[in-house]
């Protein structure tokens, strides 16, 4: 058995999204799995002392038509959300309360709804009753959703989630790290598949 | 006759050097050519508020592990220059030199002469003594050269680049417009050869 490949993304991250997507179907191709953590963005950012590439002007207004650009690369739909970069935090406890109470498969599919609500229809991850209404719809017992992102013990599970990504060298998302070796963005999807197919090279 | 693709870099980018190796047989295959713009990435960077990303401790080292295997994806070799970044404004001056005065042929070939001897050999280009032993190399009259990169005429015009590339929205290295559209970093490479190949996607 081949060991599955790790996979950090962020709830508000358009290249995390797109990489959700096609990260179950490439891994597959090659005998693997995906293990993911959701982590927030801002606290490994502000590890690394780095910023949202949207904060800064010049380089958001390229940043917005990339986004939309890499989607269609990878045929994903993509609708920018008006409200952009959100908190995500709920979101995250949520998937780490499917992860550790249900199951890997149930925490990707939370993953999978989560993010495509946001990036297809705008769908307000940092608003209570929005996350509750798509919980709901996402088969979850919406009540138990929210008693779970405002619960301690998933508060801890999301923040030693964030500091075992610092530890393993997350700076950014996606990040992926497949057999001890980092893959940083969207845009290197090439590089990891090049590196299951082949192994180093 | 299509409209020639605009390609800016820096001689200290690796991202760049590699993208120079390739981006004149991509543009062939679409009926391009291109056109290159010498700049100093620290102007850009300034201009936009941005650092290098081997200026954040966490992300150099990522870096150099990725400058390294994005070159033997491309089959460019590569070997990490000991002094890096380095300055680069006097091999950026020869290149507009060489582009003013003989043609953009001849600043192509001084590119990819002053690119090879820095990523292949680490060859100092902010060293005055070891690039003009390169320009000799490349078949330039090393002391015009010399000249070359202390004469006003030239300073000047490395200045409009990095201006006339700040105004045309540039923030860091590779760039590439292609019919008014923006690609940024060689790994955008995918991208700029879809959007060649099928126009706008």
Do not use: C
Request: proline content about 7%; charged content about 25%.
């Amino acid at each position: 058995m081949k060991a599955p490949i790790d996979f950090w993304f962020d709830f508000s991250s358009p290249y995390s999204y797109i990489a959700n997507e096609w990260v179950d179907a490439l891994a597959a191709r090659h005998g693997r799995t995906v293990r993911r953590h959701a982590i927030l963005l801002g606290v490994t950012f502000a590890a690394a002392e780095l910023k949202s590439p949207v904060s800064y002007p010049i380089k958001r207004e390229y940043s917005l038509r990339d986004f939309a650009r890499s989607a269609r690369l990878e045929r994903v739909p993509y609708v920018q959300p008006a409200e952009f970069p959100i908190p995500t935090q709920n979101a995250a406890r949520v998937f780490w309360w499917q992860h550790d109470t249900v199951g890997g498969d149930a925490a990707a599919a939370w993953a999978r709804a989560a993010f495509r609500a946001y990036f297809t229809r705008g769908a307000a991850l940092h608003d209570p009753a929005a996350l509750k209404a798509l919980a709901a719809e996402a088969g979850l017992d919406a009540g138990a959703a929210e008693a779970a992102w405002n619960d301690p013990v998933w508060k801890a599970r999301l923040k030693r989630a964030n500091d075992e990504a610092i530890a393993a060298g997350v700076f950014g998302a996606p990040f992926f790290v497949a057999d001890g070796e980092p893959f940083w963005g969207n845009d290197r999807k090439p590089q990891l598949e090049r590196w299951l197919s082949t192994g180093p090279f």
